[in-house]
């Protein structure tokens, strides 16, 4: 079993808060990291609501559930029974206690206002994303904050061993625990065949009543080859034949599920960033692949596909990294009118700024940095450094504070 770096987290906020919640798309890890050998000594009782009698019990009778509850206890998949989060609530101001209740979830319980509002100050809310590539390869990364620090360790010379082809597929076979286990792509392809359809019949479907049952998928479908994109909801009514406020509906369940990522704009007015347009991404490139039916052989021969898939992987493993970093930082994009972009930006609590352009190409040229000093520009006094991460093998220094970076060495700082 592959050591999950977000436990230490997860320790931490049960020394010294009275619940929290791990949650994150179904499959994930999330049951046997609540289980692991490194939470084995608090002799937690563990109960799952995936069973159909423990769940019937606390939906008939929450209050008396909780109550004859051993403390400490481990809850799964609590967005079965949202009616026990003000039982809990209840529970916690009677006797305010560290480490009270593990809580896990499939869905983003904090997207539903009362029952966010219900342990607001009471818990700690921790996301549990598909492996990471340090996770699968032994390594705890710290590139996020390699990129905060005053000067990177590491950045001369051949950093990078990984052919472009291995790295297409390390993209492709994406993080999700029993997917990576499988040995071939059609292997892989079979198991989210299964794995979609599971969330649709018992998520997604749990969560609201939804008309068509064949909707969801195919919007799923549709978001997919968009991904990296504008998310355009009149565009996206017209592809899967739904109503705006249908659509927005349904959108609503495959984010709060985890299955789809936005990314906000980044601007210096703050102001700005809640009304422009989110791009739109998926959890797992894995997922990404199948969906599009992906291939090495057809990301080799279709660059834009190629360049897309990259920048899902890249956001993905950033926004993984971010959740055990010491930095911690805000992620988004940016866009200007005139055409300039920068595919990730990074903003930490000071407001300083990174940013991250993402290039499928094994060589680079200086019009790959232009959106990088733009965005240094508009940052100021603010800005750290920008990178271009690329399939290539060597760290190539364009100025003091940029660089050309491969992209395995997200998995290997």
Sequence with gaps: MLRRHLIDRLLDGLADTPAVLVNGARQTGKSTLVQSAELSGQNRQYLT????????????????????????????????VPEIFPVIKAAIDRKRQPGQFLLTGSANVMLLPKLSESLAGRMEVLTLWPFSQGEIHGVRESFVDTLFSPKPVGWTGKTATVR?????????AGGYPLAVARQSAARRDAWFQSYVMT???????????????????????????????????????????????????????????????????????????????????????????????????????????????????????????????????????????????????????????????????????????????????????????????????????FSANLHGVPISRLWSA
């Design 49 to 80: 609501f995936d069973d159909p009698g423990i769940l019937a019990a606390a939906k008939r009778d929450p209050n008396g559930f909780v109550a004859g509850l051993n403390m400490p206890v481990t809850l799964d998949e609590v967005q079965h």
């Design 164 to 172: 472009r082809d291995e790295l297409l597929e390390t993209v492709l």
């Design 199 to 397: 969330m649709l019949q018992r998520d997604i479907r749990d969560l609201a009543n939804i008309a068509d049952v064949t909707a969801v998928p195919r919007l799923l479908s549709v978001v997919a080859a968009r991904a990296g994109g504008l998310l355009n909801f009149a565009d996206l009514s017209r592809s899967v034949a739904l109503p705006q406020t249908t659509l927005k509906r349904y959108f609503a369940l495959l984010e709060g599920t985890f299955l789809v990522q936005l990314l906000r704009p980044w601007a210096r007015n703050l102001g700005k960033r809640v009304i422009q347009t989110p791009k739109v991404y998926l959890n797992d490139t894995g997922l990404l692949a199948y969906l599009l039916g992906a291939t090495v052989d057809r990301l080799k021969a279709e660059g834009n596909l190629a360049g897309g898939v990259l920048e899902n992987f890249v956001l993905m493993e950033l926004r993984k990294q971010s959740t055990w970093s010491t930095t911690q930082p805000e992620i988004f994009y940016r866009r200007t009118a005139s055409g300039q972009e920068v595919d990730v930006v990074l903003e930490d609590r000071a407001g300083r700024v990174v940013g991250v352009e993402v290039k499928a190409a094994a060589t680079l040229s200086s019009n790959d940095v232009r959106g990088l000093q733009a965005l240094a520009t508009a940052a100021g006094k603010h800005w750290v450094r920008g990178v271009v991460l690329y399939a290539g093998t060597e760290v190539i220094p």
